[in-house]
């Protein structure tokens, strides 16, 4: 059973538009969601978190928004450059959990034209 | 400062042989673990460790091997290859194991694994 949803696993954008990724969760007990970029041959990167008790978090051209009632969050990334092609990761977890887990979705590849 | 530090960064098996995948970290981190990412799956837990001494399973432990005899060092073990093992395993760390807002994985370059 996924717990994470991504249910698009591709996005394409121009440069200088919004991209907006989403995520959907299952699990009514998560209660802490970040965001990695992957590019490549490298390793995944943190880019955002929120954590259930706000509804915005916003770092730069980088904004998650948390709608807990729908159990869904997205990041929108504003304005999009082509540097920020690579794939998203969505991940949950609980924090007062015993084992401190990460669940992650499939991830969305994003790619933003020139 | 090297971050996490994962060795070989290919390996190719055969089926039924065995092999370590290394994992080192240099940030005196608490927590260690091991993910593999394979298409269309996203990433899995495989083990993890909250400290030296302590390990457990993740979401697919089923073939694999883990010990944490010190804090900077966390090896996978893969005892008898099998194809369905073929995939890209990524070691992450974070400094905190009971605060996860507040300290998050920081990822090694991974290790791409083919058996045949």
């Known amino acids: 059973d996924q717990q994470v949803k991504q249910n698009s696993p591709s996005l394409s954008v121009q440069e200088g538009r919004i991209s907006i990724l989403n995520c959907d969760y299952t699990?009514?007990?998560?209660?802490?969601f970040l965001w990695y970029k992957k590019y490549p041959a490298e390793g995944p990167t943190f880019l955002i978190s929120?954590?259930?008790?706000?509804d915005k978090n916003e770092d730069g051209r980088f904004t998650v928004f948390l709608n807990k009632s729908a159990k869904h969050l997205s990041l929108h990334i504003v304005p999009s450059q082509p540097g920020d092609s690579a794939v998203y990761f969505c991940a949950a977890s609980v924090s007062g959990g015993s084992n401190y887990k990460l669940t992650f979705g499939k991830g969305t590849l994003l790619t933003v034209n020139p | 400062n090297a971050g996490v530090t994962q060795t070989p960064k290919f390996q190719v098996l055969k089926t039924g042989q065995s092999m370590t995948l290394q994992c080192a970290q240099d940030?005196?981190?608490?927590?260690m673990s091991w993910y593999r990412q394979d298409p269309g799956m996203g990433l899995r837990l495989i083990h993890y460790?909250?400290?030296?001494?302590?390990?457990d399973q993740g979401e697919v432990p089923n073939g694999y091997n883990v010990s944490r005899s010190t804090t900077e060092d966390f090896p996978l073990r893969l005892l008898s290859a099998a194809p369905s093992q073929t995939s890209v395993y990524f070691c992450?760390?974070?400094?905190?194991?009971?605060?996860?807002?507040?300290?998050?994985?920081?990822f090694g370059a991974g290790s791409r694994l083919t058996v045949l």
């Open positions: 699990n009514s007990m998560f209660d802490y």
């Open positions: 929120i954590s259930s008790i706000k």
């Open positions: 992450a760390s974070r400094r905190d194991r009971r605060i996860l807002g507040a300290n998050v994985l920081t």
């Open positions: 460790s909250v400290g030296a001494g302590i390990t």
């Open positions: 940030m005196n981190h608490e927590y």
